[in-house]
């Protein structure tokens, strides 16, 4: 069982892992973030569990009726096959079975109007996945899975706390610092904001 963590390049990394003995660790090892493509990301959101219960198995077609009007999309199902790419992943880690949590958390980008009388939904981010292997074949019934998405719930509850305390935190310092460079700006020398130490770089993301 590891927690993957999305970083702001979207590359990935195992931020904490428990394992069995004789299985290779993953602790603290960063992946690209073309491991999980975005359209892997976009099911995540839909559906915030996934479960392959044999990487081997043959994957079974779906027959629709030519008669029917619509597109059969599978986005949401827990049945859609994975993609071959992630199967070949998954035996390369010597991993036959997998139960896959999203950590879904708040974006705090996108809260820029939160003074409205009437907020806006929040909208919504992948912050990373709670990730379950087994090396033999295994299926996991639905009371169980449902605990597990509930417990990445309340897991994904406590990361948002953290994530919003240090927004506050950044916020409070920016404040600060604005407050400290426009008292240089009323002194004789309005340079210090340059000079000096904390000046405008510090308020920006500059070298």
């Not at 009726?65 to 790419?85: I, N, Q, V």
């Not at 929040?122 to 292997?133: D, I, T």
Request: with cysteine; hydrophobic share 40%; proline share 6%.
């Amino acid at each position: 069982v590891m927690a993957y963590k999305f970083h702001e390049d979207d590359h990935g990394e195992v931020i904490a892992e428990i394992t069995k003995p004789g299985l290779e660790p993953y602790l603290g090892l960063h992946y690209p973030a073309t491991d999980i493509p975005q359209a892997a990301r976009f099911l995540f959101m839909k559906n915030k569990v996934r479960m392959i219960v044999d990487c081997h198995a043959k994957h079974v077609k779906v027959l629709q009726d030519e008669k029917t009007p619509f597109d059969l999309t599978l986005c949401g199902s827990t049945l859609r096959a994975p993609h071959s790419c992630h199967l070949q992943y998954m035996a390369n880690m010597d991993s036959i079975a997998s139960l896959v949590m999203a950590v879904v958390v708040n974006d705090n980008e996108e809260d820029g109007d939160s003074s409205d009388a009437v907020q806006p939904q929040k909208r919504k981010r992948l912050w990373g996945l709670v990730v379950c292997h087994n090396t033999t074949p295994r299926f996991v019934p639905f009371p169980l899975r449902y605990a597990c998405e509930f417990l990445a719930q309340v897991f994904a509850i406590h990361v948002n706390k953290e994530i919003e305390l240090e927004y506050q935190i950044i916020e409070k310092n920016i404040l600060r610092t604005q407050t400290l460079l426009c008292d240089m700006l009323m002194r004789d020398a309005p340079l210090g904001i340059v000079s000096q130490s904390p000046n405008i770089m510090d308020l920006v993301k500059c070298d």
